[in-house]
Every structure is written in C-alpha cells, then in structure tokens.
C-alpha cells in the first residue's frame, strides 16, 4: 500500500508564495510519473504539473513560469513551488504517482485571499 502525505498548504495573500511537499511511503523511483493537481469547489480535478522518472517535467499553461516541481529522491518527496498566486488558484491540491496504477493522497488546502 503507497501512501502520499501532503502538507505545505495553507493561506495567502494573493502575490505570495507556497511550497507543496507530498512524502512517499516508497522510493520514488519506483514511480514513472508524480504530479500535482487541484480541484476547485464544484470543478473537476486537473493537473498543476509532473515529472517523471528521469526528471522531465511538465506544467499547465496557467502555471508556466511562476511554478516549479522538483524531487528529492533521498528524501522521497516531490515539492511543488508556487509563486505570484492568484485567488482562482485556492483549491485543494492533491499529490499523484503512477507505477501500473494510480495512487492520491488526501490533499492540501490552499486559500489565496484577494
């Protein structure tokens, strides 16, 4: 069983800054593909951004230049960096790795008051 723990969300001032880390109860290693994604009240989950294996990584257009995702294979943990926050980007965040399936964990709130 993979568990993912999120944490680093919270509240912000539109224009702040925070730092989503999501701890793998695994080698990260393992994963071909971690990633973060959000779900809006009352809107579907989408992606906020990916990497794979071998460090690739890609982003949603809304993201592009104020987000940054990176690993820590020592540490088991995939972050993801966000800046210049906008208040369409309060959700809550979620962590995703994929081997031949699926894994989420429970997810972090992030609240970006105008």
């Known amino acids: 069983q993979v568990q993912l723990v999120e944490s680093g969300g919270g509240l912000v001032q539109a224009g702040g800054s925070l730092r989503l880390s999501c701890a793998a109860s695994?080698?990260?290693?393992?994963?071909?593909?971690m990633g973060w994604f959000c779900q809006a009240p009352g809107k579907q989950r989408e992606v906020v951004a990916t990497?794979?294996?071998?460090?690739?990584?890609n982003y949603a257009d809304s993201g592009k230049g104020r987000f940054t995702i990176s690993r820590d294979n020592a540490k088991n943990t995939v972050y993801l960096q966000m800046n210049s926050l906008k208040p369409e980007e309060t959700a809550v965040y979620y962590c995703?790795?994929?081997?031949?399936?699926?894994?989420w964990g429970q997810g972090t709130q992030v609240t970006v008051s105008s």
């Open positions: 995703n790795a994929q081997d031949h399936q699926g894994y």
């Open positions: 695994r080698s990260i290693f393992s994963f071909n593909t």
């Open positions: 990497i794979t294996s071998s460090g690739r990584t």
